[in-house]
T-cell receptor, first 110, second 118 residues
Framework: QQQVKQSPQSLIVQKGGISIINCAYE??????FPWYQQFPGKGPALLIA???DVSEKKEGRFTISFNKSAKQFSLHIMDSQPGDSATYFC?????????WGAGTKLIIKP | GAVVSQHPSWVICKSGTSVKIECRSL??????MFWYRQFPKQSLMLMAT?????????EQGVEKDKFLINHASLTLSTLTVTSAHPEDSSFYIC??????????????FGPGTRLTVT
């Protein structure tokens, strides 16, 4: 019940395209859903986050869509750029602890 | 955004020796910090929760006598890998929740420490 399932494991998108990464959870006690971006050899960096009382949050080219009834949330990267190539992790928070998805390696082809 | 630093960024040590990794919150106080390890191409695995002024809480399967955690102040937590062995080689990352408006505490991560045990 504490798991967060992330898909796909890897994703290749053409420059300018839309990258979509999905996550699903079971625990309804989760109260905060962040997405992190990680480059090789670096720590994760908070990208964007959403609370369960909001269905969508947009920050620049990054959008989180949240479906509370389906217990799913997704990250959309619009106009994907080569610099977006990284590993993306979704997470869900319970009592200040983060439960992590397995990660998605995103490659943006120029 | 909040800044969390780690030192060292990488370390190589011989099998049997101990290594200390520092995690600092630079512009905020953190009563709680988290320690993770990450193997190549894998997700982050929470090792323990570091609590200022009290004992750390370890996740199941993590040896507390091997991974010593000390949260000496509101801005510093240390992880000491004792009697390190090659299987302890990994990427160790700390994080700290930052109190923002609305109480949606966001976790900010350090840059990580690459430990290689030879």
């Amino acid at each position: 019940q504490q798991q967060v399932k992330q898909s796909p494991q890897s994703l290749i998108v053409q420059k300018g395209g839309i990258s979509i990464i999905n996550c699903a959870y079971e625990n309804t006690a989760f109260d905060y859903f962040p997405w992190y971006q990680q480059f090789p050899g670096k720590g994760p960096a908070l990208l964007i986050a959403i609370r369960p009382d909001v269905s969508e949050k947009k920050e620049g080219r990054f959008t989180i869509s949240f479906n509370k009834s389906a217990k799913q949330f997704s990250l959309h990267i619009m106009d994907s750029q080569p610099g977006d190539s990284a590993t993306y992790f979704c997470a869900a928070r319970s009592n200040y602890q983060l439960i992590w998805g397995a990660g998605t390696k995103l490659i943006i082809k120029p | 955004g909040a800044v969390v630093s780690q030192h060292p960024s990488w370390v190589i040590c011989k099998s049997g020796t101990s290594v200390k990794i520092e995690c600092r919150s630079l512009d905020f106080q953190a009563t709680t910090m988290f320690w993770y390890r990450q193997f190549p191409k894998q997700s982050l695995m929470l090792m323990a929760t570091s609590n200022e002024g009290s004992k750390a809480t370890y996740e199941q399967g993590v040896e507390k006598d091997k991974f010593l955690i000390n949260h000496a102040s509101l801005t510093l937590s240390t992880l000491t890998v004792t009697s390190a062995h090659p299987e302890d080689s990994s990427f160790y990352i700390c994080s700290a929740p930052y109190p923002t408006s609305g109480a949606a505490h966001e976790q900010y991560f350090g840059p990580g420490t690459r430990l290689t045990v030879t």
